[in-house]
């Protein structure tokens, strides 16, 4: 089962989002162990972060289709 995480900061910082949100996708890596994403908007403040569990589709073409507007590495 694959996972989400998110917060919303109205204040957000992008260094400060960056850190919080690997912690909480780090933290439910058993609910996907297979590849990660994140979505940032720092105008928003919005922040979301997911964890993917390959059962179906292995290849990259059914990794989440999110297109972060800011890499998080």
Known sequence: ???LTGFFDQQLSLADAHSTLKS???RIIHRGPDCDGYWLDEAMGI???HR?????????AGHHPWLPQVSVT
């Open 1 to 3: 089962m694959c996972g």
């Open 24 to 26: 909480m996708t780090d």
């Open 47 to 49: 922040a979301l972060g």
């Open 52 to 60: 993917r569990l390959s059962i179906q589709d292995l290849s990259p």
